[in-house]
């Protein structure tokens, strides 16, 4: 998730394999999903993950067209926004009315209110620099929230005392893409890229 830098030939080649490991992660629920679609259900599974990583994406964007010069980092999230809303919206279409209020509630609150503040917050109070570190800042703060997010489904594992609430491929994916994109934001010397795959 960084920028396109011609400067550093390994920054290149971690960013690229950054994006390809990220799409690999966006790809990840696909499973769950085809499980959704085939039992008509949304089962055990929550949306406050899938939630949570578009607005990280969102964020990520913002970012990226504030500091400009990150082509890589805009391609991935855009992908990111896609993949995400069509999880969303499967979701919706195969959850039960409780599970739809819930997550319409936290994707207005989230997705819709909470990044339009975050957005005016930005671009009306800070110029220059010192929005990019703002903005650099914040996105740190709710990037580690796609790590935890998936946390949620821990009571429906303990619950069950089954791991497939919990697939390991994302699991795993995860770990590889904050590996690879910490190592990124090193090279390019961008904190923010660096620091949100660290916590």
Same mark, same amino acid.
């Given at each position: 998730? @960084?920028?396109?830098?011609?400067?550093?030939?390994?920054?290149?080649?971690?960013?690229? !394999?950054?994006?390809?490991?990220?799409?690999?992660?966006?790809?990840?629920?696909?499973?769950?999903?085809?499980?959704?679609?085939?039992?008509?259900?949304?089962? @055990?599974?929550?949306?406050?993950?899938?939630?949570?990583?578009?607005?990280?994406?969102?964020?990520?964007?913002?970012?990226?067209?504030?500091?400009?010069?990150?082509? !890589?980092?805009?391609?991935?999230?855009?992908?990111?926004?896609?993949?995400?809303?069509?999880?969303?919206?499967?979701?919706?279409?195969?959850?039960?009315?409780?599970?739809?209020?819930?997550?319409?509630?936290?994707?207005? @609150?989230?997705?819709?209110?909470?990044?339009?503040?975050?957005?005016?917050?930005? !671009?009306?109070?800070?110029?220059?620099?010192?929005?990019?570190?703002?903005?650099?800042?914040?996105?740190?703060?709710?990037?580690?929230?796609?790590?935890?997010?998936?946390?949620?489904?821990?009571?429906?594992?303990?619950?069950?005392?089954?791991?497939?609430?919990?697939?390991?491929?994302?699991?795993?994916?995860?770990? !590889?893409?904050?590996?690879?994109?910490?190592?990124?934001?090193?090279?390019?010397?961008?904190?923010?890229?660096?620091?949100?795959?660290?916590?």
């Amino acid at each position: 998730m @960084g920028g396109l830098s011609l400067q550093h030939p390994w920054a290149f080649a971690f960013g690229l !394999l950054g994006n390809i490991i990220s799409f690999t992660t966006f790809l990840a629920p696909i499973p769950t999903f085809y499980r959704i679609y085939k039992s008509k259900s949304t089962e @055990g599974f929550q949306s406050v993950p899938y939630v949570v990583a578009l607005f990280s994406a969102m964020l990520w964007i913002f970012y990226a067209l504030i500091k400009s010069n990150e082509f !890589l980092l805009i391609t991935i999230n855009a992908a990111g926004i896609v993949i995400e809303s069509i999880y969303i919206v499967m979701y919706f279409v195969y959850a039960d009315k409780k599970a739809k209020w819930f997550t319409a509630k936290i994707m207005l @609150g989230l997705n819709v209110g909470f990044f339009g503040a975050i957005l005016l917050f930005t !671009l009306l109070l800070f110029k220059g620099e010192k929005r990019i570190v703002t903005l650099g800042w914040i996105c740190v703060a709710f990037s580690v929230s796609v790590f935890v997010a998936p946390l949620s489904i821990i009571k429906r594992v303990i619950q069950t005392r089954s791991v497939e609430y919990m697939p390991f491929s994302l699991s795993l994916s995860l770990t !590889l893409s904050a590996v690879v994109w910490f190592l990124y934001g090193l090279l390019i010397k961008d904190k923010y890229v660096a620091i949100k795959q660290k916590l």
